[in-house]
């Protein structure tokens, strides 16, 4: 395998760990593209934390593996990541986690609405939606992610299960699975006040504009 693809990897489980947007136990898992290749790395532990390079494999986007050992537990959920890499080319980093808000969310086949600004600035004007329960890793399971994906969406969620994120980069999804849970915290803890309130389509819709602007531009320097 290619070590510099096996420390990519190794770093977005890192940063998985370190936003704390992730379950007591570390379970979840994490896939990068192979550019030019139909094929993905993927964690095949069972958790992210202290997660070395046996724990990476090499799969291919049609779900047979090609390098590294693969335990059970792992390849039950090898199809929700390739099927976000097929449908979804500009993908390149797909994340799983059981983070504790947004699974509670997942949990009562809840949507989280766009109650924080964060969530329109990266494309869940919307907010995050429910992809019906199926069988882990199961056909029907597939079936149900791949409807509730519209297209621009980075997020779903996964019914009695937890939560998918994918965007261009692993920085991005990192990215975007923090803002979720941050998300469905503030939802949950807003409820002690009346409840959260979702910001306006027309205000959702400028938020994710002027995000755009600022994306264009690039980096700032002085």
């Known amino acids: 395998m290619d070590k510099a693809l096996v420390d990519e990897v190794l770093g977005a489980a890192a940063r998985v760990v370190g936003s704390g947007a992730i379950s007591a136990n570390g379970h979840g898992n994490v896939s990068l593209r192979v550019p030019g290749a139909e094929e993905m790395y993927f964690t095949a532990a069972p958790s992210l934390k202290g997660l070395g390079p046996d724990g990476v494999?090499?799969?291919?986007?049609?779900?047979?593996?090609?390098?590294?050992?693969l335990p059970p537990i792992q390849a039950a959920v090898v199809a929700m990541h390739t099927a976000m890499y097929q449908d979804h080319p500009d993908v390149g980093c797909v994340?799983?986690?059981?983070?504790?808000?947004?699974?509670?969310?997942?949990?009562?086949?809840?949507?989280?609405?766009?109650?924080?600004?964060?969530?329109?600035?990266?494309?869940?004007?919307d907010g995050v939606p429910v992809a019906g329960y199926g069988p882990r890793?199961?056909?029907?399971?597939v079936a149900n992610i791949r409807a509730a994906v519209k297209p621009g969406i980075p997020a779903v969620l996964l019914a009695n299960h937890g939560v998918l994120v994918f965007h261009?980069?692993?920085?991005?999804?990192?990215?975007v699975g923090g803002v979720v849970e941050?998300?469905?915290q503030a939802a949950i803890n807003a409820q002690v006040l009346g409840g959260p309130v979702e910001i306006p389509g027309d205000m959702r819709a400028a938020a994710l504009?002027?995000?755009?602007?600022f994306d264009a531009a690039g980096t700032i320097n002085a």
Request: with cysteine; proline share 5%; hydrophobic share 50%.
């Open 95 to 125: 994340v799983h986690t059981h983070s504790p808000y947004a699974t509670a969310y997942a949990v009562a086949n809840r949507p989280i609405a766009c109650w924080i600004e964060a969530l329109a600035m990266f494309g869940l004007a």
């Open 182 to 184: 941050e998300a469905a």
């Open 137 to 141: 890793g199961s056909e029907q399971a």
């Open 57 to 69: 494999v090499r799969v291919g986007l049609d779900g047979r593996l090609l390098e590294g050992a």
């Open 168 to 175: 261009r980069t692993p920085e991005l999804a990192v990215l």
């Open 209 to 213: 504009q002027r995000a755009m602007v």
